[in-house]
């Protein structure tokens, strides 16, 4: 199989060939001025092309309402978008190389006739690979996708890749994904959530599911419980407006968790196929035991930040930003305890938990596994902490293994040791960021990392009742210092199981 003339025809399909060029492609960016695009996925683009990866033919056309001509697009780029490549990876051969390759065309999506521009720019390659990357709000996204497909532009070799949340709730996301359907079909849909790009997050399977090792041991019969954790320090930063419609559940809970949560717990597919893959990640969130109301207020833990200070300063609490409402509930923090209905999980408990305004930014998996049911040694802490598995997805990627060993000395007193891989040591090479495999999955037309339609809204079908007993529920969200590991109470869920959260 060529990789040069395979990705026009795949979609669906993975190419296992993913270190060589791709045939030349239409990128489309729309939102093309914003955060996103400058932060993200323009700079991913860079490198790729850095790689060798992007022909020099290919055409990245940036889609805003904004005024500007190529040259002065291309000035913001140097500004915006050269400011989040590090001096040691930027190379400017290969930036003026991109920027010939990046166009930009002015659109109001909202009005038809303005799609013209790119039925101009683009109309000349029709067999060509054509994405259209919705970086806008979720509100715009039906009106683009009518827009295209009314221009001609959707070809059989077109995809469409849409950034979260995808709706606000299950009737929400299902309309959405009702509006896509009608212009796509479900093989041509990439909907995105990028911590599924990130190099832990795909290890997991290969350390699950290419190791003799773990996977004998990975269930009930083993493990105690499994933390997941995804902290910030941030606050909202300017999004008051956006996340106090928002909250941490719908946030961060619905996608990022929730997808951490099904990868470490899913069954080994048949095959690599993206389907396969998907297929078992959906019969976990189905798995997921819904809890009634009562067992949603037990089980669950909601906060607010409170003004706190870090070592570089105070900073004020959720409530003292000007737009947000004095009487906001919305919660910045979020716990929960989940259990999966399966034989392979029963009786183990999962909790998730995420906020800003944190201690500190990181986001791991602890796999603590169950103590030895006779010990017939000594050990410095009474094993009191049994045999771990903690997996780093930020800031530092890594992996450690916490084992018991011998102490040095006469005595035989056991104490814990690790084994620890940092992925910056054992591979000399610059770390992709997540929209680098991404954005190549999206033009060769691999979904296995893309969320499929059941699987969003099967998410949404067990996060609902936890809003919604939440909104019908009387106590506002439990405040926390900011700067904190979180309220009280968060400790409080997980301590009753004899338990504390893995706080390094």
């Not at 933390?227 to 910030?232: C, D, L, M, R, Y």
């Not at 070592?311 to 999966?340: F, K, Q």
């Not at 399966?342 to 930014?361: C, I, M, N």
């Not at 009387?474 to 968060?490: D, E, I, N, V």
């Amino acid at each position: 199989m060529n990789p040069t003339t395979d990705a026009g025809n795949t979609a669906g399909t993975p190419d296992a060939r993913k270190t060589g060029p791709v045939s030349p492609f239409d990128f489309i960016l729309f939102g093309g001025t914003g955060d996103l695009s400058m932060r993200k996925l323009l700079p991913a683009l860079y490198f790729r092309h850095c790689e060798g990866q992007l022909p020099q033919d290919s055409r990245i056309v940036a889609v805003a309402r904004a005024e500007h001509s190529a040259e002065e697009f291309r000035e913001i780029m140097e500004s915006e978008a050269r400011s989040h490549i590090s001096e040691s990876d930027f190379h400017q051969v290969c930036w003026d190389q991109f920027l010939d390759m990046v166009h930009y065309r002015q659109v109001d999506v909202t009005e038809q006739a303005d799609y013209r521009q790119l039925v101009d720019f683009v109309i000349d390659e029709p067999s060509r690979v054509r994405v259209f990357y919705l970086s806008t709000a979720p509100s715009l996204f039906n009106r683009i996708c009518q827009g295209v497909h009314e221009a001609g532009l959707v070809t059989p070799g077109s995809r469409v890749a849409l950034e979260k949340p995808l709706g606000r709730d299950l009737e929400t996301a299902q309309e959405i994904n009702d509006q896509l359907a009608k212009y796509f079909s479900e093989s041509q849909i990439f909907r995105i959530d990028h911590y599924l790009g990130k190099e832990t997050v795909q290890n997991l399977l290969a350390l699950r599911f290419g190791n003799v090792l773990f996977e004998p041991l990975w269930r009930s019969e083993h493990i105690s419980d499994v933390q997941i954790t995804i902290a910030e320090k941030l606050g909202v930063e300017g999004r008051g407006k956006f996340y106090d419609q928002t909250g941490a559940l719908r946030d961060m809970v619905q996608n990022h968790l929730l997808q951490l949560l099904v990868i470490l717990a899913m069954e080994p597919p048949a095959t690599n196929h993206p389907d396969a893959v998907r297929d078992e990640k959906i019969k976990v969130l189905r798995s997921l035991r819904q809890m009634t109301k009562t067992e949603i207020l037990d089980n669950t833990v909601r906060g607010q930040y409170k003004a706190g200070a870090y070592a570089d300063g105070a900073v004020p609490g959720y409530l003292d930003n000007d737009d947000i409402p004095d009487d906001s509930h919305t919660e910045t923090y979020a716990a929960i305890r989940a259990e999966i209905n399966s034989w392979r999980w029963s009786g183990v408990p999962f909790f998730l938990r995420t906020g800003k305004r944190l201690e500190d930014k990181i986001t791991e998996i602890i796999i603590n596994f169950k103590k030895v049911p006779h010990s017939v040694y000594e050990t410095a802490d009474g094993f009191s902490t049994p045999n771990q598995l903690v997996i780093r997805l930020q800031p530092q990627e890594s992996i450690k293994f916490r084992v018991y060993v011998k102490a040095w000395g006469d005595d035989m007193h056991l104490q814990p040791v690790h084994l620890d891989m940092d992925f910056n040591d054992v591979f000399k090479k610059r770390q992709m960021i997540a929209y680098e495999r991404l954005l190549m999955d999206i033009i060769r037309g691999d979904l296995t990392w893309f969320m499929r339609r059941d699987e969003v809204e099967a998410a949404w079908e067990w996060i609902d009742p936890i809003r919604n007993a939440w909104d019908q529920s009387s106590q506002p969200p439990k405040g926390y210092t900011a700067g904190s590991w979180g309220p009280a109470a968060a400790s409080g869920l997980i301590s009753r199981e004899g338990l504390t959260w893995y706080e390094e």
